[in-house]
């Protein structure tokens, strides 16, 4: 089956230039596009193959999320928490960790396809995600799979495991991520931050990574809290710790934050040649401070930490806060932007491929052309202008609305599991 998107200005995602265009885009994983003169007559076009008008839009690759938590969906507009955290660790203990611990598996389903619609809305087309759910863990992320499976978003999952619940939830999240990995999904082995990972479990963790060919998904030095207690529990920084383990050897491990290193663990993470995601909102939002991420290493993605699902404006987010921390540019505020697509070609992540496509009905007050195309990424387009999706080279958006699933419907079920998930958590004390 072809789709074909008729009279189009295409934007290589590389190159940035700009072709006026019809293209023909195949289905299925291992497909892809190709710039085509005119399209086929109609007697030509085989059954199934589609025809969209595209004149006066621009369409290029669609984009990837470094760093999500679709765990935490739920939570918009959630009563206030039992306590007024005042620091980072209790924004963890009364808000998030609270949430979490009361998720199940119904809930997280909700979640997942809530976001997922979210993601594929704005354009997200591949989810890196990172989920916790430490009383519901058997199945968690088969379900968020089969969740975004359904959506039609590719996807790279983890648990993130760790000690904070004791031996139980911490063996539950080490046996889910070697079922999911096992059973031919691909994820990483996920951990929450060194400040709730014994050694044991990073040994594990580490082990079980190695075992499936992949690296680990863990947040790093988010706040000082996480160094303070590293350095207090096991007398190193903790990008120390984690070479010393041999974490850093795994090449695909995201470390997302990375705001509180030393001159060392920066030498650290450039030599390793490990990825970083940066979340800016997030880090605004507990003020947890922002990092130089030039200073660390060129291996940036850009991640929302599960603040929403719209990765343009994650990029504008990191740009705007990277005029006072490093002094950035458009060119390397679209290089962070794009990378998830490199990171995805490096180590063979499944589904993030060229015939995934947005088409952007952008209202432009002066010229798009290959030479000022990135004033407009920063200035100008946003996810209000995404009107159809395409992933694999099938349809999930088209014109603003869902192909895959229905979005009210979905809706529907997400408030009826938000209110059962608030109730529960006015119940059950912190
Ligand atoms: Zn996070």
Same mark, same amino acid.
């Given at each position: 089956m072809t789709l074909y998107l008729k009279n189009a200005a295409f934007?290589?995602?590389?190159?940035l230039k700009v072709t006026g265009t019809c293209l023909a885009v195949e289905e299925g994983p291992q497909k892809g596009i190709s710039l085509i003169a005119a399209i086929p007559p109609q007697d030509k076009l085989a059954k199934g193959d589609r025809v969209l008008d595209c004149a006066g839009k621009l369409v290029t690759r669609s984009f990837g999320c470094g760093h999500h938590h679709i765990?935490?969906?739920?939570?918009?507009?959630?009563?206030?928490?039992?306590k007024v955290p005042v620091n980072f660790v209790e924004i963890l203990k009364y808000i998030w960790w609270h949430l979490d611990k009361c998720l199940e598996l119904e809930m997280i389903e909700a979640s997942a396809l809530a976001s997922g619609i979210f993601c594929a809305k704005n354009g997200v087309t591949l989810i890196i995600d990172h989920h916790a759910s430490p009383f519901a863990i058997k199945d968690s992320l088969f379900t968020i799979a089969k969740a975004f499976d359904r959506v039609g978003v590719s996807h790279l999952l983890c648990y993130e495991i760790s000690d904070r619940d004791g031996e139980g939830p911490r063996e539950a999240g080490l046996a889910e991520t070697d079922a999911f990995l096992t059973g031919g999904y691909q994820g990483h082995v996920g951990l929450h931050a060194s400040f709730t990972v014994g050694d044991g479990l990073l040994e594990k963790a580490i082990a079980l990574a190695k075992k499936h060919d992949t690296g680990l998904h863990m947040h790093v030095a988010e706040d000082l809290a996480d160094q303070e207690e590293t350095i207090t529990r096991y007398g190193r920084r903790v990008v120390e710790r984690l070479q010393q383990a041999g974490a850093?050897?795994?090449?695909t491990s995201i470390l997302s +934050?990375?705001?509180?290193?030393?001159k060392h663990e920066k030498e650290l993470m450039r030599e390793s040649g490990v990825w970083v995601a940066q979340n800016v909102e997030s880090n605004q939002n507990n003020n947890v401070g922002l990092a130089p991420y030039k200073s660390i290493t060129d291996k940036v993605l850009l991640g929302t930490d599960g603040m929403h699902s719209d990765m343009l404006r994650s990029a504008k987010a990191a740009f705007l806060a990277g005029q006072a921390t490093e002094g950035i540019g458009f060119d390397e505020i679209y290089r962070r932007f794009r990378n998830v697509h490199r990171y995805a070609r490096e180590f063979g992540v499944r589904g993030d491929t060229e015939n995934n496509l947005v088409v952007l009905n952008y209202d432009a007050p002066t010229e798009v052309t290959s030479d000022n195309f990135l004033g407009h990424f920063v200035y100008g387009i946003d996810s209000?202008?995404?009107t159809t999706v395409i992933c694999q080279g099938k349809v999930i958006v088209e014109e603003g609305k869902?192909?895959?699933? +229905?979005e009210a419907e979905v809706l529907a079920f997400a408030r009826e599991m938000g209110k059962r998930l608030w109730d529960k958590m006015q119940r059950v004390q912190v």
């Open positions: 934007v290589d995602w590389q190159s765990y935490s969906t739920l939570a918009r507009g959630m009563p206030a928490p039992q850093l050897d795994l090449k +934050h990375c705001i509180h290193l030393s209000r202008h995404v869902m192909a895959t699933v +229905h």
